[in-house]
């Protein structure tokens, strides 16, 4: 550390950051010289919380591990579950499952390209395509009783049908959206300002992508080709046909461009869904009590791939559900790419990982750095050990006037 | 007559009408730009409300801040641009108060908040503020050449270094204006980088660094400095009126005032229209712009005005 | 075509356009239909099978005998997440989602509602 270098945190709180994390970046000036990332602002406690209720319940739990990607994690829960118990779910539910992610998936971009336009000063672009992402909440309240969390999936099947009446609304939306987004498409493309902003900057080499473990569009754009739609494929998308986009720039602007054009790849697979569309029941009756086995399910949420591991053993309550979202493998890869940026950058590069740090807080071990083994906490002791820590800093509960010293770590 | 000063000084067109103004043209770029971006936009007595609510807050100064000068700093900012208001002509060719060489004061006296700007954030010795400040600092030296230029050449062409003389010179030769069109666009640009709006909000990036140097500033200390930034605007739009757009300054005192307000307006919404298609730039990226393009334009239409200054003479 | 300012001429357009926001609240959007707001509890169809509550992921509902036959639900809005669950489980199609959704109160126990014969036989619950 030189002796002009000084610490910004982009600490929990912090305008760039729609969800709290901990970010200390060391800056030599205008320029990063290293950072440090700590998670688990967000914690819930949601896995544990989970083995205390019927798998019922546990749907509407795990859907609400994030606001935005609700039905990648429901979705792929069900499917852990549906597979461990041998359901044979009926094709029209597989189809409503997966014209509701493809719209999410949309809904999710919208979001995205918004909030990447509001972190490099680009208002006006956050505001029309806010505007345009209205199209698809109402197509969505309009479908599944509610804009966000849709509680669409359940045991077996899906809980709602659609109606006749609905597919040429969904058509229409779908068209007055691909207009939009080509739009959108010659903005990102040929704005000046935006491309000197986007272009250069968060540069991650296909090999790094690859070492590092960067999953969905931060990796494709890097050029790396995995898609779990067409790698693994669930629900309905072994039946479709779709392009996997991959881009060559390896950096923000290749993100953004993989993002719009997965949009345009979306609206196609919706038009084939509904022209698709079989007749038939929409669920299957589900037992209560799971019988005893273990699944690994895969899903790719607007983010990257998502991982749910559920274990079951025979009662009504599953015991052990683990969650591994898409954030926790690209933010490991911020680090990598903001060495030797400018801090004006910083929040454009942690946006273009589009993360979602409600998903990515789970159980976390902690490693004791001096012994080096690893040491799961009790309650009783986390409760003790912390209340320590801040005796140890002069802090002391009983005294209301009192003085913070920053940590050395 | 020192009723008359008074009444000019205080209130108009002095402090009141200057402060009521600001809040008008606040009002005005963000309606316009909300109807840009296809939104509502705030009501008439939103940018008053605002005040209101600063001011019935409680100041916090930080404790590892020095004190003196962080109270200062807002108070100055103000009575700068207040001050620099007094030398514009508005509607008439003659200002409040002119004497000769009252140009180069009132550019003198619009440094004096980016100044403000700058020791306030410094002397808040938080992380966020010192690199607000410093980059203040920075974009002053990329817009500040350019802009004393563009408003240089029509000061050239009029032989005169006095606003009241320059638009008196012009109000007779009105042909004269349409040479001077690229030292308007010069001029609106680097006024963006002073009124430190998009693209140029780089010192303020709220995504950034929180809110540069105004992040520990709050209640009435945050008040006056808003009060500044909108007076700023005001005062920066009037003296582009009053060197690029001096016609109509004749016409006696409602019709003049109208016009005035108009052309204020003018510029103000096109702030608002620059404001609205453009991302934020990069520190070094804004640098490079200004020394690449707006400079060398700037000393074209010095020449362009030196030349013709010359041609006129014969 | 690389150029600056791309989005003049959409920007300029939308100053002709209705806006898209509106001045909520002196304004109201209606929500589609079936759409999952407040809940609605007909005492007439319960049979007191407790499905909802065992369904509820919040413990929301909590379904009371007060006589021969007759049930009442006491439905905690601070904690019901409108999912809808309990309307899927009930058999007797018990339970319904109306549209309302603007439930705000100043007083948590304003939100805990109380279904029975007399306060809701057919339309308003009580709050």
Redesign the interface.
């Known amino acids: 550390m030189g002796k002009y270098d000084f610490k910004i945190p982009i600490g929990p709180q912090h305008p760039a950051l729609k969800e709290p994390e901990s970010f200390l970046l060391t800056m030599h000036g205008e320029k990063i010289a290293s950072m440090t990332v700590r998670l688990g602002y967000n914690h819930r406690g949601i896995e544990k919380a989970c083995e205390a209720q019927t798998y019922i319940r546990d749907i509407y739990l795990i859907e609400r591990v994030c606001g935005i990607c609700s039905h990648s994690h429901a979705t792929c829960f069900v499917q852990a579950v549906e597979e461990i118990a041998a359901l044979e779910v009926p094709k029209r539910a597989i189809y409503i499952r997966t014209l509701i992610a493809e719209l999410e998936r949309i809904h999710s971009h919208l979001l995205w390209l918004g909030v990447a336009g509001h972190e490099i000063g680009f208002d006006t672009l956050l505001m029309y395509t806010w505007r345009d992402r209205e199209v698809v909440m109402d197509i969505l309240a309009m479908l599944t009783g509610n804009r966000v969390n849709y509680g669409m999936n359940t045991i077996g099947g899906v809980r709602r049908d659609i109606t006749p009446e609905q597919i040429p609304q969904i058509l229409k939306a779908i068209d007055t959206l691909e207009e939009r987004t080509k739009y959108y498409i010659q903005v990102a493309t040929e704005e000046t300002t935006i491309i000197k902003r986007l272009s250069g900057v968060g540069v991650l080499s296909y090999d790094d992508a690859v070492r590092l473990g960067a999953v969905g569009p931060t990796a494709r754009a890097s050029g790396v080709e995995r898609d779990i739609r067409r790698d693994d494929p669930y629900a309905a998308y072994g039946e479709l046909t779709f392009n996997v986009i991959t881009d060559k720039h390896c950096d923000v602007y290749g993100r953004a461009v993989v993002r719009v054009c997965e949009l345009m790849e979306s609206y196609k697979m919706i038009r084939q869904i509904l022209a698709d569309l079989p007749d038939g029941p929409i669920a299957v009756k589900a037992p209560r009590k799971i019988p005893a086995g273990q699944a690994l399910s895969r899903y790719e949420a607007p983010r990257g791939e998502d991982v749910h591991y559920v274990k079951a053993n025979g009662t009504d309550k599953p015991e052990r559900v683990k969650v591994r979202a898409p954030t926790l493998a690209n933010v490991q890869v911020v680090a990598h790419m903001l060495k030797d940026g400018y801090l004006a950058d910083m929040p454009i590069v942690i946006a273009a990982i589009d993360p979602c740090f409600s998903c990515t807080d789970r159980l976390i071990s902690v490693k004791d750095t001096d012994g080096g083994d690893k040491n799961i906490m009790t309650w009783p002791a986390l409760h003790s050990s912390s209340i320590e820590w801040y005796r140890k800093r002069g802090i002391d509960f009983s005294d209301l006037n009192r003085r913070f010293k920053v940590p050395e770590n | 007559m020192m009723a008359n000063v008074f009444f000019n000084v205080l209130i108009f067109p002095g402090f009141l009408f200057i402060v009521v103004f600001g809040m008008a043209a606040e009002y005005v770029d963000r309606k316009f730009c ?7 936009g705030p009501p008439w007595y939103q940018p008053f409300a605002d005040l209101v609510k600063l001011v019935a807050k409680e100041d916090i100064i930080p404790e590892e801040a020095d004190a003196g000068i962080f109270k200062l700093m807002p108070v100055m900012a103000v009575t700068a641009s207040i001050t620099a208001f007094l030398y514009i002509p508005l509607w008439q060719t003659q200002a409040l108060f002119s004497f000769y060489g009252d140009l180069i004061v009132v550019i003198y006296l619009l440094t004096i908040p980016t100044l403000a700007l700058f020791l306030g954030g410094w002397y808040s010795r938080g ?2 503020s010192r ?1 607000g400040a410093t980059r203040t600092m920075t974009q002053f030296f990329a817009y500040e050449i350019p802009l004393f230029l563009a408003i240089l050449a029509p000061a050239m062409l009029a032989d005169s270094w006095s606003l009241s003389e320059i638009t008196v010179f012009y109000s007779r030769h009105l042909w004269l204006l349409l040479l001077n069109s690229a030292g308007f666009a010069i001029a609106l640009v680097a006024l963006l980088g002073k009124l430190e709006r ?2 140029f ?2 010192p303020e ?6 809110a540069g140097t105004l992040t520990e500033y709050s209640g009435r200390l945050l008040a006056f400095f808003r009060i500044a930034i909108d007076i700023e605007l005001v005062v920066g739009s009037s003296l582009l009126a009053a060197v690029f757009l001096p016609f109509g300054l004749n016409l006696g005192f409602t019709l003049g005032f109208v016009l005035y307000l108009v052309k204020v307006l003018f510029i103000v919404a096109l702030i608002s ?1 620059l404001r ?10 804004m640098i490079n712009f200004c020394w690449k393009y707006v400079a060398p334009v700037a000393f074209l239409q010095l020449i362009v005005d030196l030349v013709v200054k010359g041609i006129i003479k014969q | 075509m690389i150029k600056p300012g791309k989005m003049m001429i959409q920007v300029l357009q939308s100053l002709f356009k209705k806006p898209a926001t509106t001045l909520y609240p002196f304004v109201k959007t209606e929500m589609p239909d079936k759409f999952r707001g407040k809940l609605k509890y007909y005492p007439e169809r319960c049979i007191g099978c407790m499905l909802c509550v065992k369904d509820c992921p919040s413990d929301a509902i909590v379904i009371k005998k007060i006589g021969e036959k007759k049930f009442q639900a006491e439905i905690n809005l601070a904690r019901c997440i409108s999912c809808g669950q309990c309307v899927d489980s009930c058999p007797k199609d018990a339970l319904e989602t109306t549209k309302e959704f603007e439930l705000a109160k100043l007083n948590r126990e304003q939100l805990k509602v109380v279904c029975n014969e007399e306060t809701c036989s057919s339309s308003e619950t009580k709050t």
């Open positions: 909300a109807k840009l971006q296809n939104r509502i992380v966020f690199i998009v693209p909000d780089i990036a709220e995504t950034e660094i929180v229209l609205t298609i453009f991302a934020r730039l990069r520190i070094d990226q």
